[in-house]
């Protein structure tokens, strides 16, 4: 929704003497460069609040001036070619150091730790400025400013090689002596999808940190902010909530920023949290996700850890399995144990350990990774792919069965959540970053999609459509990412119900329980900000509902 333009009358009151002219300009330049697409001259008019013959020679003279582009065959406006101009000469006189400063300023007061600036520097890590914090204890770090270290040994290396194109970073890794374990390539891609990275006395014992990339136009690593500072103080549990801060003055610094199917911003806090929902699982999960009900127990995954969670809600036993590599959903297999849609592909698991891989819908090079998937009726397995930095139409819908794998949908942005209806001739699938839930015609005999369409879109501040489930009369649960909430979008697309909850990063959803009547939901709490936790400490916990409905059962991979 565009913010509100004050009113000629009320800018000419308001405006420095002299400058209206040029603040109008100014505003209506914001308008078209905060619009999602090119804005007609209409559209530009009404949301300004000007009289269109003053809309109209300001817009004249920005086009003349090639700060903006019109686009006759549209009749749009556009940002112009003036623009990319500047802003080369921006970042060609661009100084870090001096640009950094205020946010290491700020880092050190706001963590009680010292804050960093670091740049890679051939094969190494040298760090170019720092501040420490005078309110904490003095604890004495080493690497210091002009100190040099390997980059895969520090959490700023690592978010800088985790922000490189993979051919670049594979050819620095093999320079380093000793070469760097194959774990670290692990870690890296943990580190691009959370959008920072960890360091556990890696660097130097007792010393923990957290770090995230600057990145320029062209989003490559300029260098890297990280907090710093005794791994007594520096828990894990902490890096991971200064995470998001050191990652929005990485971003203030460049004013980019990498891609993310993970927002920052957070919708407000419902007054009231729905009845009836309680605590099935307390867990800090970075990223909960893929819950599955199977013979009386709930499997869910942390994508991000990375491992699978075995638990009995009626206990609330969670038995923790570390798994190798990111896991985003899982499905029972016919032949026993289950499948799990890991960053390699479609594998095994049996309880304990991931298997060999049974399909491979991606190339292992590609910068790819599965996320949400589920069996349909027939036992073909329905997966979708996305990229690692969420590039825009990267990913895609796979279908996974005995005969190999074939891709269903290309040009998705992040497939998320997927289900079918309850007469299988539909399937749903979110596209989270375009906020919409589409349906298309499915042939279940044929194993076929077509006639893809709008089914439920989310505006900006209501939350991002993530993973979902289908109750028995069509209903699809879906659960909102900064929306604090699951929705049920009828059949025909009206939403009916509503289930607030006390997290604000609801991530997916299930139906479980004897009679299939209690809808599990994952959290998340990645990229939650200290003061964000604590308003809501049970993130990254499962919740359990009776919404008055009931589930499908889940089908079995047949391969």
Known sequence: MARARPTEAEEESGSVPGTQALTRGIALLNLVADAPAPLRFVDIAEQSGLARPTVHRILAALTEARLLRHDPATQTFALGPRFLEMAHRVW??????????????????????????????????????????????????????????????????????????PPERATLLQRLEPAPAAALERDLVLSAARGYA??????????????????????????????????????EARLH????????????????????????????RPATVSPGVEVAVRAEALLGEGPLWHEGRLLWVDILAPSIHLSDPASGADQLVPV?????????????????????????????????????????????????GRCDARGRFWVGSLALDSTPD??????????????????????????????????????????????FDFDLDRGTITNRRPFAS?????????????????????????????????????????????VPRPTSCCFGGPDLGTLYITSARVRLSAAQLEEAPLSGSVFAVRPGAKGLPEHAFSA
């Open 92 to 165: 060609e006189g661009f100084d870090l150091r001096a640009t950094a400063a205020p946010e290491l300023d700020r880092l050190a007061r706001l963590a009680g730790e010292t804050a960093r600036l670091a740049v890679l520097d051939g094969d190494a890590v040298l760090y170019v400025d720092q501040r420490d914090a005078a309110a904490q204890e003095a604890v004495r770090l080493a690497n210091r400013v002009g100190a040099r270290i390997p980059p895969h040994a520090s959490a700023a290396g690592k978010a800088m090689l985790a922000q490189l194109p």
């Open 198 to 235: 960890i360091s556990l006395q890696e660097a130097s014992a007792g010393v923990n940190a957290v770090a995230a990339a600057v990145l320029d136009r062209r989003a490559r690593p300029l260098g890297a902010i990280c907090l710093v500072g005794p791994a007594f103080r520096l828990e």
């Open 241 to 268: 909530a200064l995470g998001r801060e050191v990652m929005e003055a990485a971003r203030r610094v460049s004013g980019n920023a990498a891609q993310s199917a993970m927002t920052l911003s957070v919708a407000p």
């Open 324 to 372: 190798e590599e990111m896991v985003a959903a899982l499905a029972p297999r016919a032949s026993g144990g289950f499948v799990a849609a890991a960053r390699s592909g479609l594998r095994g698991f049996d309880g304990g350990t991931l298997g060999p891989v049974l399909a491979a819908p991606i190339a292992q090079a590609a910068a790819l990774r599965l996320n949400d």
């Open 394 to 439: 990267a990913g895609a819908l796979h279908r996974l069965d005995a005969g190999g794998s074939q891709t269903m949908q290309a040009g998705l942005h992040v497939p998320n959540g997927l289900g079918f209806s309850p007469d299988n001739t539909r399937l749903y699938l979110a596209d989270s970053a375009r906020r919409r839930v589409d349906a």
């Open 458 to 502: 989310f505006a900006e501040g209501e939350g991002v459509p993530d993973g979902l489930a289908v109750d028995q009369e069509g209903g699809v649960w879906i659960a909102l990412w900064d929306g604090w909430r699951v929705v049920r979008i009828a059949p025909d697309g009206r939403t009916d119900r509503a289930i607030h909850l006390p």
